[in-house]
């Protein structure tokens, strides 16, 4: 009989150990299969972490453990989910993350073979069934039978659902001449495009790629100014690194906004590229996933979770736009892919890029202190110039024009401009929906999301008002809940809004919009990008999701309706995701032939962000954040950590966190500062009462045993704790 141990697939710390269970049957079982189990009389998968043959009869054994043991209902897997090194990887990510194992396994595989129930309904390998010949003696055959013979004798490879005549077909299988053979089948189609050569590299992109072919560095930043040809530095470096053997993962923040990356890397790459991300049904991701464990291809190209892909020998992994947020996971474990793709790169004995025109300041602050290599690329392909930007002062009432409000008589000029020339233009106002915030205009009322309490945003396409944090919505209601007056009031713009004014103000103008709305269908959002891109539209509005990589050559001009959203923020980061934003923004104007120009729109026309990311200078802006966080002791000069408890008692929930955050204090000495009990920005989740602290540190390594010590201990019923190392949101 086999003992076996097991992680139950619930991602809670009191749960993080292994559980035994005995195996009587005979399929194939070892550590890395999923098995099912009954877990407090519940129906749960597993994940096999130790397997053992004893020959004690079970009450023998329960008597030495001290426990009762259940047996495994049934085996899940025919092999092993992991291999060696990602299963070392998921030991060191559970470990500097201080996350529950199973969490970690759960984010590395894809839905058709996550350790959890979910998995058992995904979707199973698909098939193709082809037509073999095995005999070719036509003795005995009668001449339909034959013909059927000698053309599939003569057929490369003949689907068996492709063959009219049935019966003849049944008849050559009956008398063994052929046989049918299944085939894996890839359900993800991808686009078959021309191969294309690449172009001659410009002297500052041969220097940038002899420099790093020529260092044993592990990590590089390449720093390069929009427009300045970091995707043909990738694809270069790619080639070097496949032609030696090796394999290669290309990470993009959001693939369906960057589909001109994909086709880049299919066109050099061709068969050898598998595609993840999250736009692929569960089917083609499994069909991806197991292509790529089986070694049929080299090349990988997906979003943050692709970090985890089953590739052997990686040589590279390359991490686009290294700055942008989505590369941190916002649920547990809350791994970041770039500190993944460092361990993995260093397992492998390969190397990292990360990319970016504006890199995080962490990253440029190890490339400071030669943690990472840098390297940069100072200018636009061909020299071509920067946009020249114009900051507007909206506070000045003489900039506005009377009949929009929303447009400065500038921005309305160029807009105007741009139609007449029969170019393109971007507006960049990074907020969704047409209001952000409704209220009652007799009795004061603010319409609020009832579970996070943050305040909702009017969408007149579908006259709803919707929680941009929780997708709750409510069709928007005609009288005030609280009084009854028919007098509400929307204020506020985001992007339905700005899209509306361009029609008003422009009639003739067509338009395309661009935010997570677009999201909510598959495969909408790449169209809108290859719609714009071929010129079926003169203005594109839109979110942040304008701003990420795109290559359109018509884009003149570049406008940003309202900097200062996001600066207000109750976030150290504010500032950088504002300059990072208005900068790749600003980055899409004038890439190709045409010169182009930027116009932002501001209440703040002084603030550093914002002037520096007019002059698309990050050095300076660099330098001057640098400074504000050295002072308030921010990344990356000391270091984070958050631990929340959830509950759905209030005050337990407080009284809990006052107590932790006395533990932590006491424990953590001088090793660390810790700020709070506080609310967090969104107070609410699930119907559970949220509380946080912040651990502000300069080594980790001495906070992370702590955090390990206090699990125990604030793991319960009735509270739920969770930890986040790097937090995002402060
Ligand atoms: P970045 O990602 O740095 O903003 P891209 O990689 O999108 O810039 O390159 C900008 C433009 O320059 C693209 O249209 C690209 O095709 C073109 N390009 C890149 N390298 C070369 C080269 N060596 N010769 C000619 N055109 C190039
Ligand atoms: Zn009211
Ligand atoms: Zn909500």
């Known amino acids: 009989m086999k003992i076996v141990e097991i992680l139950i697939e619930y991602a809670n710390y009191s749960l993080d150990r292994p559980f035994s269970y005995f195996y009587k049957g005979n399929k194939n079982i070892g550590i890395g299969y999923r098995v099912l189990v009954n877990f407090n009389n519940r129906e749960s998968v597993g994940y096999v972490t130790n397997c053992y043959e004893s020959d004690k009869p079970i009450e023998k054994l329960e008597d030495e453990l001290g426990f009762k043991i259940g047996e495994i209902i049934d085996v899940l897997d025919d092999s092993p989910l992991l291999s060696d090194d990602l299963l070392h990887l998921a030991d060191q990510v559970a470990d500097y993350y201080v996350s529950p194992k199973i969490s970690v396994l759960q984010s590395m595989l894809p839905p058709s073979l996550s350790p959890r129930r979910s998995s058992l309904k995904a979707p199973k390998i698909a098939y193709d069934q082809y037509v073999r010949v095995v005999d070719n003696n036509e003795e005995g055959l009668t001449d339909k039978q034959i013909e059927l013979l000698r053309l599939l004798s003569s057929a490369d490879k003949v689907l068996k659902k492709d063959i009219k005549s049935k019966s003849i077909l049944a008849k050559l299988l009956e008398y063994n001449r052929v046989e049918i053979i299944k085939e894996e089948k890839r359900r993800l189609a991808l686009p078959n495009y021309e191969m294309m050569t690449p172009p001659k590299l410009t002297k500052e992109q041969q220097d940038v790629i002899d420099e790093f072919s020529s260092s044993d560095d592990t990590v590089y930043l390449l720093e390069g100014v929009t427009g300045s040809g970091k995707t043909e530095v990738y694809l270069s470096i790619s080639e070097q690194v496949l032609k030696e053997g090796k394999s290669v993962l290309m990470l993009v923040p959001e693939i369906s906004l960057t589909p001109m990356m994909m086709e880049y890397f299919l066109r050099r790459f061709k068969g050898d590229v598998a595609i993840l ?36 020998n990686i040589g590279l992994i390359i991490l686009d736009e290294e700055h942008v947020e989505s590369y941190k996971q916002d649920t547990p474990p809350f791994y970041h892919a770039r500190e993944v793709a460092i361990m993995r790169a260093k397992t492998h004995k390969g190397k990292v890029i990360l990319g970016s025109a504006t890199p995080s300041l962490e990253s440029r602050a190890r490339a400071q202190k030669n943690v990472y290599h840098l390297l940069l690329l100072n200018n636009r392909i061909n020299n071509k110039e920067l946009p020249k930007t114009t900051i507007i002062n909206l506070s000045d009432y003489n900039n506005i024009d009377r009949d929009s409000y929303i447009f400065s008589h500038r921005l309305r000029d160029e807009l105007q401009g741009v139609l007449d020339r029969k170019e393109q233009a971007i507006l960049l106002i990074n907020r969704r929906g047409f209001s952000t915030s409704i209220s009652c205009r007799k009795c004061g009322h603010i319409f609020k999301c009832p579970t996070c309490e943050i305040p909702l945003t009017y969408h007149k396409s579908d006259n709803m008002m919707k929680c941009h944090h929780c997708d709750y919505v409510e069709k928007m209601p005609e009288e005030c809940p609280e009084c009854g007056s028919k007098h509400i009031m929307k204020t506020g713009f985001g992007t339905e809004r700005i899209e509306e004014e361009v029609h008003r103000l422009f009639p003739e103008a067509r338009t395309l919009r661009l935010d997570s709305d677009s999201a909510k269908i598959r495969a909408k959002i790449p169209a809108i990008v290859k719609e714009f891109g071929e010129k079926k539209a003169d203005i594109l509005v839109g979110t942040q999701m304008i701003a990420k ?46 010169n182009g120009i930027a116009i932002i729109q501001t209440y703040n ?74 609310i967090p920005f969104i107070p609410y989740e699930g119907n559970n009462y949220l509380r946080t602290a912040l651990i502000k540190f300069k080594d980790y390594k001495l906070v992370r045993p702590i955090l390990k010590k206090i699990i125990p201990i604030y793991n319960s019923n009735s509270l739920h704790l969770s930890i986040n190392i790097d937090p995002y949101n402060f």
């Not at 089917?283 to 979770?305: L, N, T």
């Not at 570049?558 to 900097?563: E, I, P, S």
């Not at 600003?586 to 890439?591: D, K, L, N, P």
């Not at 009284?655 to 810790?674: I, Q, S, W, Y």
């Open 277 to 312: 991300h999250s736009e692929l049904t569960p089917s083609e991701k499994y069909d991806e996933y197991r292509k790529i464990a089986k070694g049929d291809c080299h090349v990988v190209i997906g979003a943050r979770s692709a970090i985890f892909a089953p590739l052997k």
């Open 549 to 594: 990589g795109h290559d359109f050559p018509d884009v003149t001009l570049v406008g940003v309706v309202l900097a200062d959203i996001g600066l207000s923020m109750p976030s150290f980061r504010s500032n950088e995701r504002a300059f990072q934003l208005i900068t790749q923004a600003v980055g899409r104007s004038g890439r190709k032939d045409k």
């Open 605 to 678: 026309p002084t603030n550093y962000a914002i002037t520096m990311a007019a002059r698309q200078n990050y050095e300076l802006f660099y330098r001057k954040e640098m400074e504000y966080r050295r002072m308030q002791g921010y990344p990356p000069y000391q270091f984070l950590a958050s631990v929340t408890l959830a509950g759905k008692n209030e005050e337990k929930v407080i009284k809990g966190m006052v107590n932790l955050v006395d533990v932590l204090n006491h424990e953590l000495g001088d090793n660390a500062v810790v700020l709070g009990p506080t």
